[in-house]
């Protein structure tokens, strides 16, 4: 795969991360923390509701120790995503950990629905982790020096990512073997949107679909 | 806020949210995967997936007026457009207007 398609590939989430990148940042320089300070968690912690949630903490001057506790209970759904990636970076090199670092909602999304020739795969999957965090950093940088003035009605630009995610579920649920534990998927996850409270939603909707499927994996295989 | 509280946060911050993306790799690093592993590989993907476009939309307010409807619409464009044209970035980039248009101009 040549840089322009890995390039075109990650438009949506450039869509997506730009804007939410600034939006972290004027959140950021609200708090009157320097613009570097933007940079550094984008480049070192790279996870965006963790990143919120270290700010919002930040606001209330939680101790470091709570900040550490918070930060790893809500990206513990992150375990689900390596647990998927398993076999895949099995033969990288050392690199696989810049992979690994890399590894959110959305570059996950994209390694798992990318088709790369085996040889190839490796620095693809690289790049797009890398351009999706250039995303990021450029994002967060620029709303925490812009502050407030904002040139263009960005308003609702973050929805490319749920349509990301809409489109990479059709193309999974395609190449998927199995089509029940889609429909489980929907049905957890529409009751889970109902029912758990916002920040618990997706790990406890993880864990119910992880839950399910292992318990019934005799009826998931039946059938089709 | 003093900069020893900020980069002493950033940087728990940043090996803890590490450790949760690496806990996987380092519990099967050695053994051959087992036929469950392999089965929740294959299927958690398109579960995960699913489960994220509701995490995307957990925030809106289903009960007040305009009742999610923009979230409703942006989503079938999505669906339609991409079970007809199969054309990723023509879905995302349609379904994200429309929906930008609605909840700027419309609702």
């Known amino acids: 795969m040549n840089f322009l398609a890995i390039l075109k590939l990650t438009i949506p989430v450039m869509m997506g991360y730009i804007p939410l990148g600034m939006a972290f940042g004027l959140l950021l320089s609200k708090l009157l923390i320097p613009w570097y300070y933007a940079f550094f968690m984008s480049a070192f912690i790279f996870a965006g509701s963790g990143q919120f949630l270290v700010l919002t903490l930040f606001a209330s001057q939680a101790t470091i120790l709570e900040i550490g506790i918070a930060t790893f209970l809500l990206n513990l759904r992150h375990t689900f995503y390596g647990l998927s990636m398993i076999s895949t970076f099995k033969h990288f090199s050392w690199k696989k950990h810049y992979l690994i670092f890399g590894l959110t909602d959305e570059t996950f999304a994209l390694l798992k629905t990318t088709e790369v020739p085996e040889g190839n795969r490796e620095r693809a999957y690289l790049l797009i982790t890398f351009l999706n965090q250039c995303y990021w950093i450029v994002g967060s940088v620029m709303g925490a020096m812009l502050g407030n003035i904002l040139p263009f009605n960005y308003e609702g630009i973050e929805f490319s990512l749920t349509a990301l995610f809409v489109v990479l579920s059709i193309e999974l649920y395609k190449k998927n073997r199995l089509h029940k534990p889609f429909f489980v998927a929907l049905i957890i996850g529409l009751f889970g949107m109902v029912l758990f409270p916002p920040q618990k939603m997706l790990i406890l909707s993880l864990c119910a679909a992880a839950f399910v499927l292992i318990v019934f994996k005799r009826s998931m295989e039946n059938g089709k | ?107």
């Not at chain 2, 803890?16 to 993306?21: A, D, E, F």
């Not at chain 2, 099967?28 to 997936?49: A, D, G, Q, V």
């Open chain 2, 1 to 107: 806020m003093e900069s020893s509280y900020l980069i002493g946060s950033i940087a728990v911050a940043a090996v803890l949210t590490y450790v949760t993306r690496i806990i996987p790799f380092l519990l099967f690093r050695t053994r051959e995967p087992s036929p469950l592993i392999k089965y929740i590989e294959l299927n958690m993907p398109l579960m995960i997936m699913v489960i994220l476009v509701f995490y995307a939309l957990k925030d809106v307010k289903w009960e007040s007026y305009p009742y999610g409807l923009a979230e409703i619409i942006g989503v079938s464009v999505a669906i339609a457009l991409h079970v007809k044209f199969k054309n990723a970035l023509l879905s995302i980039f349609v379904a994200t207007l429309t929906y930008m248009i609605l909840i700027q101009k419309v609702l």
